[in-house]
T-cell receptor, first 111, second 117 residues
């Protein structure tokens, strides 16, 4: 079952903050976050494996609420280089199945 | 540098023709994957392989075929049975294919864009 991402798109000015959400109808083992720039390959940002875990990557961090089967990606003080489409990928409990990706959130950061 | 090489980058095909997309990795990864990307649809899994000479269907395998004769290679054939093959195809690999697959980080190739004329 494909996770649901929201919002579908967001436009920011440089320096503003954004939150991207990822929800699943299944109990999750892990959540992955990837960023893809136009015409390029998706690039791994971070993986969250435990309930309530929070991780960071530069000024990008994420949380994983295992109970709610949700993850959120936080982008603070956005930079022009943050523009791209963000995908969450989820693996259900059991840990042995492949990732299922959401439809993506297109983030545009303007000067 | 280690990575994944996909070729060709752009491919045009006439209806009714089979085409094969190449994917080679030198990361010594066990698992390899093929995803299809359409605008607004995210990444959908076509096939994946956890070890040599073994592969499993993903969510949209119909009209596609794969082989895994070598650890570093996982070619995808788009057959004439695939009704709507125009898409961006991404190959990926990860360290381990069994056990806690949900913890395996994917490394992607640059993709192949297929257009059916």
């Amino acid at each position: 079952q494909q996770p649901v991402q929201s919002p579908q798109a967001v436009i920011l000015r440089e320096g503003e903050d954004a939150v991207i959400n990822c929800s699943s109808s299944k109990a999750l083992y892990s959540v992955h976050w990837y960023r893809q720039k136009h015409g390029e390959a998706p690039v791994f940002l971070m993986i969250l494996l435990k309930g309530g875990e929070q991780k960071g990557h530069e000024k990008i961090s994420a949380s994983f609420n295992e109970k709610k089967q949700q993850s959120s990606l936080y982008l603070t003080a956005s930079q022009l280089s943050y523009s791209g489409t963000y995908f969450c990928g989820t693996a259900p409990q059991g840990g042995s199945e492949k990732l299922v990706f959401g439809k993506g959130t297109k983030l545009t950061v303007n000067p | 540098d280690g990575g994944i090489t996909q070729s060709p980058k752009y491919l045009f095909r006439k209806e009714g023709q089979n085409v094969t997309l190449s994917c080679e990795q030198n990361l010594n990864h066990d698992a390899m994957y093929w995803y299809r990307q359409d605008p607004g649809q995210g990444l959908r899994l076509i096939y994946y392989s956890q070890i040599v000479n073994d592969f499993q269907k993903g969510d949209i395998a119909e009209g596609y075929s794969v082989s895994r004769e070598k650890k570093e290679s996982f070619p995808l054939t788009v057959t004439s049975a695939q009704k709507n093959p125009t898409a961006f195809y991404l190959c990926a690999s990860s360290v381990a294919g069994t056990g806690a697959a949900g913890a395996n980080v994917l490394t992607f190739g640059a993709g192949s864009r297929l257009t059916v004329l």
